[in-house]
Nanobody
């Protein structure tokens, strides 16, 4: 059974940092792209960043470039999203997702597996 479990969310002041984790289990994700999406109240789910498990190629939304950094630890089967210089507009539920492809896409419907999400709240 494939599982993606996010953790690391919380309440932080603007300018602060958080590190989200996505622990994977249930299969080998070597051929997968791991994505992070976020959803604010009343808004559609939007792409944040993605990383290919093999090769570690990354892609970021323009709104987070230079502030967010993705990494993965193959030994721990975990993907990390380091979020720095957080802004109130970064507030939302952050979901980890997996897609069986080495091609990064930003459309959430193209990802097969999803975690339950972790809440990130940035106060001004």
């Amino acid at each position: 059974q494939v599982q993606l479990v996010e953790s690391g969310g919380g309440l932080v002041q603007a300018g602060g940092s958080l590190r989200l984790s996505c622990a994977t289990s249930g299969r080998t994700f070597n051929s997968y792209t791991m994505g992070w999406f976020r959803q604010a109240p009343g808004k559609e789910r939007e792409f944040v960043a993605a990383i290919t498990w093999r090769g570690g190629r990354t892609s970021y939304a323009d709104s987070v470039k230079g502030r967010f950094t993705l990494s993965r630890d193959s030994a721990k089967n975990t993907v990390y999203l380091q979020m720095n210089i957080l802004k109130p507009e970064d507030t939302g539920v952050y979901h980890c997702a997996a897609r069986l492809s080495a091609i990064v896409v930003v459309t959430p419907q193209m990802y097969e597996y999803w975690g339950q999400g972790t809440q990130v709240t940035v106060s001004s």
